[in-house]
């Protein structure tokens, strides 16, 4: 049993972080496991910021404070912040002219890629594999204007734009998809509205940068923000939802 649980963990920790697993084995050759377990993975964590560069690969601030920001610590300490030098680039770039059309602005990175190993996929998400993908949070408002850095969920994603009718999705309701609904949080965010000038101009900022590949969003937000562009897709209906955040691909 014990073996069980401790290969639970590995896995767990391995589709989490991808070098949590390993610092775990490595760990549970100590008595004080946990202890180890967190000395050595804030090393290792640490360390891979300095030694990406050479295999091609940057880590996103948590700390900036600037136009361009990683959107919770979460994705800093599991190692999902990570991006080609090229991806760098096109969000410092975007997220600057974003600020510069809207002073104050924030854009925010969600999931990204893992440090090593282009093929190793950054679950759920199984095209983050390669340091090219990234996702963006939307923009939001309330009744007061924009709300700098603000998102509807603790992380970014699971908080829907309700689409005008169920038909409006072109999507049928079946088992076998990854389009969960999670109805019953839908409650608990809050009562934010889409912020479309910033979410708007961003898709197309990112869809005319001639290093973007493809942008992932749902047809209903294409049509209420008035976007078009041959970049600018739908992911399909087998995939997760598009309208919590933006899928962007070099």
Known sequence: MRFLVYALIFVVLTLLTQLGGLV????????RRIFMFLLTYSTLTLAA????????RVALSCHN??????QSW???????????????????????????AYPGTKTLVLDANFPFLTGFPLLPHLSHDDGEKVDLALFYRD???YLAGATRSPVGYFAFEKPLSERSTGCPQV???????????????????????????????????????????EPHLQRTLAVAHQKIRFQGCRAARHDDHIHLQL
């Open 49 to 56: 910021q300095w030694a990406t560069p050479i295999t091609g």
């Open 74 to 100: 979460f994705y800093c300490i599991t190692n999902r912040n990570y991006v080609t030098l090229e991806l760098a680039a096109v969000l410092e770039e975007a997220a600057a002219e974003l600020e510069k």
């Open 175 to 217: 088992w076998l998809a990854l389009r969960w609904d999670f109805a019953v949080l839908q409650r608990v965010w809050p009562d934010y509205q889409l912020e479309p000038a910033r979410t708007s101009l961003m898709l197309r900022t990112l869809a005319q940068d001639v290093r973007v590949g493809k942008l992932f969003v």
């Open 24 to 31: 775990w084995l490595f760990a549970l050759l100590f008595r």
């Open 65 to 70: 404070d600037g136009s361009l920001q990683v």
């Open 143 to 145: 009744a007061s204007g």
